[in-house]
DNA sequence: TACGATCTACCTATCAGTAGGTAGTTTTTT
DNA sequence: AAAAAACTACCTACTGATAGGTAGATCGTA
């Protein structure tokens, strides 16, 4: 049996990932989760504090993934890469989900002040976690590239997040696919 | 002097592209435009037409610079590469815009059906106009890559709409630049 | 005088959030 | 061990503000 907070938060995200923060309310996840508004309330005395806490949960359960991997000496910077990948794949093909963080970006000036570093902090350490498996990589001679970690980094991550992004408005997945296709092919 | 209408239609198109399709009302955009509520909705009668009014305004003007630059025989295709970069970087200049679209793409499930279509549109025909880009760009010589021009176009146009929307939550204009500097790199 | 643009006044639904209370569990005191 | 106090989770009933949208009067111009 699950408790009520985490069913609440469970499903802030699912709404949020697909429909937005502007676009969700208390009484539709009070539905969602069977319960009433004010009990909702009671969990996450404000609206503003229901976001942060679904950000800070989704950026820890990325973060302890990221530290398992690099905390592995058996695994090989492709393997990390291809974690990486995995929860990317893993939304585009449930539909209409895309990063928590990526539908976040759309709103962040509609978004209450103390959800912005959250989003800011979601995009920054997760572009640290690519340019450092991209040093990685190429100090191990898995990967060959020209550019600096940093900026390909940044160019990757952006695909990534917009693939995730546009899929959503196409219907197409190979939108995904072929963005981390290209990736890939770039980095041999 | 601007017509109500266009008023209207710019204000709402500003306001979108800050905070999202959800967080905007008619009473915002009047308090904007200086007229009374009941006023745009002479103008647009529902949210919903005002949005698909919204975007396809945006849509068009794309179009027309885009078939005015593919119609000149004195452009290279790095002329028009640059051309299409340009708008991203105007966006990004300012503070906390993004491409409508992209803006619109964190929260379609929150849209009226009728926008749908509008947003689906944008993406393909601009990834349609990369694509031809690059594919006109190899055959002069101008361009070298190894990648299929579709697998290429989604890519980098996944990447730019990224960009936008993660620039504007760290506040880091490096985010675009670095992105477009890595597709120029990569075409040479 | 006809018409479009704008207005005031209003509607219903929904929003975030509050007030006050009930039932059951846990913790503290005697 | 029993009684009292406190706490947790939930409830009904409400508030004031705002949402999208309507009805109908007035104003300005062709």
């Given at each position: ?8 938060l469970?499903?802030?995200?699912e ?26 309330i ?6 503003a504090?229901?976001g ?15 530290r398992?991997i ?12 291809e ?12 539909p ?29 350490s997760?572009?640290?976690?690519l ?14 590239f ?14 990534l ?12 997945l ?15």
């Amino acid at each position: 049996m699950i408790n009520t907070s985490t069913k609440i938060l469970d499903t802030a995200q699912e709404l949020i990932q697909t429909r937005g923060y502007s676009a969700i309310s208390f009484q539709l996840i009070a539905d969602q989760v069977g319960i009433r508004k004010p009990s909702v309330i009671h969990h996450f005395p404000s609206k503003a504090s229901l976001g942060v806490a679904v950000i800070a949960r989704y950026r820890e359960s990325f973060a302890i993934q990221m530290r398992s991997i690099k905390a592995d000496p058996e695994k090989t910077a492709w393997d990390a890469l291809e974690f990486y990948f995995s929860p990317y794949l893993a939304f585009a093909e449930t539909p209409n989900k895309v990063c928590l963080c990526g539908a976040l970006a759309g709103e962040v000036l509609a978004l209450p002040e103390e959800m912005h570093s959250e989003v800011k902090d979601f995009m920054e350490s997760h572009q640290k976690w690519l340019e450092d498996i991209f040093r990685t990589g190429r100090k191990n001679g898995e990967f060959q590239f020209d550019e600096t970690p940093p900026r390909l980094s940044k160019t990757f991550f952006s695909a990534l997040q917009g693939a995730l992004l546009i899929k959503r408005s196409t219907g197409d997945l190979s939108q995904l696919k072929d963005v981390q296709k290209v990736i890939r092919r770039l980095l041999r």
